[in-house]
Nanobody, 121 residues
């Protein structure tokens, strides 16, 4: 069994900052990419940022320059530092991990339960 547990969401004013964390635990052989997605009410889930095991990153255009993704491979943890938050960043943020549970198992995606980020004055 694999679990992804997110933390760090909450309510923040426009221009403020939040830091999300996501720790993967359980039977894990290797984690490849980890990332953050978000889903606002009435909208599709979208990629916010992703990072490979080697540290290569990818960001949505809407968050470039404001958000920073990082990971601690030893702790199987990924972080999302969110600065200069805007009203339109309000959404449920989901952690994602592309991993193998054993050496022979296929790679597949795992998801966290989501954490609410609300940007409001």
């Amino acid at each position: 069994q694999v679990q992804l547990v997110e933390s760090g969401g909450g309510l923040v004013q426009p221009g403020g900052s939040l830091r999300l964390s996501c720790a993967a635990s359980g039977s894990i052989f290797s984690i490849y990419a980890m990332g953050w997605y978000r889903q606002a009410p009435g909208k599709q889930r979208e990629l916010v940022a992703a990072i490979t095991s080697g540290g290569s990153t990818n960001y949505a255009d809407s968050v470039k320059g404001r958000f920073t993704i990082s990971r601690d491979n030893a702790k199987n943890t990924v972080y999302l530092q969110m600065n200069s938050l805007k009203l339109e960043d309000t959404a449920v943020y989901y952690c994602n991990a592309d991993l193998k549970r054993t050496v022979v198992a296929p790679r597949r995606d795992y998801w966290g339960q989501g954490t609410q980020v609300t940007v409001s004055s």
